[in-house]
């Protein structure tokens, strides 16, 4: 029993992997669960058995993108100087984006898509993120913590844009 329950969650974390590669290649609208399950190996009728629409499927692997960033995020603000605060958030935000582009561009694209549970997975999303950053920013003494925060998430944004259109100059410091 605890086998399959084990083989299930592994089944569902290799669909929502699929699907983060294929959204982010293909794009939400374009995708189809037909290529997410070719993808995951499985067929398309087992992709609805984790997920009841496409939309749940997306929603699934938007929660990975922001609990990866949040959790990564928590841990800097944890371990960080306040003097290296700031420099440790954008480095392993850097890593991140290295390791996991695809949850970068998945993010991307879904700011654009007007259903209202990923509008409002976005905005969780977002707002979680700066309240981790503002609210550090705050306990580490950093001038104008709103304003420093801002710029932080812009930075970000700016870097995804770089990354996505291959045009690294917008990230120099």
């Not at 699907?19 to 190996?41: D, L, P, S």
């Not at 993010?107 to 409002?120: N, P, V, W």
Request: net charge negative; aromatic share 8%; proline share 3%.
């Amino acid at each position: 029993m605890a086998r399959d329950a084990s083989t299930s969650v592994n089944r569902r974390t290799d669909i929502i992997s699929a699907a983060i590669e294929v959204f982010a290649e293909t794009g939400y609208y374009r995708a189809t669960t037909a290529q997410v399950a070719q993808r995951a190996h499985i067929s398309q009728p087992y992709v609805f058995r984790f997920f009841s629409t496409k939309e749940a499927l997306l929603l699934a692997a938007l929660e990975v993108s922001w609990s990866r960033m949040i959790e990564s995020f928590q841990q800097v603000v944890k371990s960080a100087s306040p003097e290296r605060l700031e420099a440790e958030l954008i480095t392993e935000y850097e890593k991140i984006m290295e390791n996991h582009r695809n949850e970068i561009l998945l993010q991307m694209q879904s700011q654009t898509i007007q259903e209202e549970a990923i509008q409002e997975a976005m905005r969780n999303g977002f707002r979680q993120v700066r309240q981790i950053v503002l609210q550090a920013f705050r306990e580490a003494g950093i001038p104008h913590p709103e304003e420093r925060t801002m710029l932080f998430l812009a930075r970000g944004m700016l870097c995804n844009v770089a990354d996505a259109i291959s045009l690294p100059e917008l990230k120099e410091r």
